[in-house]
């Protein structure tokens, strides 16, 4: 403690000068608009660059879940190119990428830029619009799942109907049977939805893996939803209601995959003259 007061002691005239320097300067910055005006700014640009470098250390810490999730990806994507066993269209844009070497669909990169998760009737925008090739009735993937529908689309950026929205409903399949229900959100938990209307006699089982079901224009057969957490006969006892945990964190949800399917004009024109039979 003796020695803490003899070094202040020992440097007053230097602590004195500080405290009358640092007097001096407010009162100059608070009599002065220019020198204020210029301190302002002064404060900004350090807190700026303070904001920066910390989003820059938390951008860093993120990238090993990033590259995580690349390289799954692109292990999934080179299984399904050796299988296959077919070349990437020329035709094709850079940021986009064949699904199953088909050439039926085209998948196309964005960005989430907004997220809602909490309200019953949820959105998220992308950063990729018409002038991208993104249409209304797109749907938008990740790596672990399905997120939702392309709902409304302008120049550069769109918006999706999120599978968390009490509004959406997707065709989904039992992956172990050809037993098919439709898949909505009850609004309730955010990490899981519920597939209804498969009939009683499929062999439903905790644990078993839930897919979408390929009977429409807007995800293709067997892309990945959740599993089956719990399930229990609707009032009618005919059919089942299926608690499906699902794959994605749909709280957490940074780049996707939005899926064109090239043949939609003709399967709905096909179907259409059908209907007016």
């Keep these: 403690m003796q020695n803490i007061i003899n070094f202040f002691l020992k440097n007053r005239f230097f602590f004195l000068f500080f405290v009358l320097l640092s007097f001096s300067l407010v009162l100059t910055i608070q009599s002065h608009n220019y020198h204020s005006s210029k301190f302002i700014n002064s404060a900004n640009w350090v807190s700026g660059g303070i904001y920066k470098a910390a989003s820059s250390v938390s951008d860093y810490f993120g990238l090993k879940t990033y590259n995580i999730q690349l390289l799954e990806e692109n292990r999934k994507l080179r299984t399904l190119l050796f299988s296959n066993q077919t070349s990437q269209s020329d035709t094709i844009p850079p940021d986009s990428l064949l699904l199953q070497g088909n050439s039926e669909y085209v998948v196309r990169t964005a960005s989430v830029i907004k997220n809602s998760y909490k309200s ?158």
């Design 120 to 277: 019953p009737k949820n959105y998220i925008t992308i950063d990729r619009g018409e002038q991208d090739g993104i249409t209304q009735d797109m749907g938008v993937i990740t790596s672990n799942g399905i997120v939702g529908i392309i709902d409304n689309t302008s120049a550069h950026y769109a918006t999706v109907q999120s599978v968390l929205n009490t509004l959406t409903r997707i065709n989904a399949q039992l992956k172990s049977t050809n037993h098919f229900g439709t898949l909505q959100w009850d609004g309730q938990s955010e990490k899981r939805l519920q597939l209804v209307d498969i009939s009683r006699i499929a062999p439903v089982k905790e644990g078993d893996t839930v897919v979408t079901g390929g009977m429409s224009t807007i995800f293709p057969k067997g892309v990945p939803i959740g599993v089956i957490e719990s399930y229990h006969l609707d009032i009618s006892e005919n059919y089942y209601i299926i608690n499906v945990a699902m794959f994605n964190d749909m709280t957490n949800l940074g780049h996707v995959y939005v899926i064109e399917n090239t043949n939609k004009e003709e399967i709905l024109e096909l179907e259409q003259s059908v209907n007016e039979q």
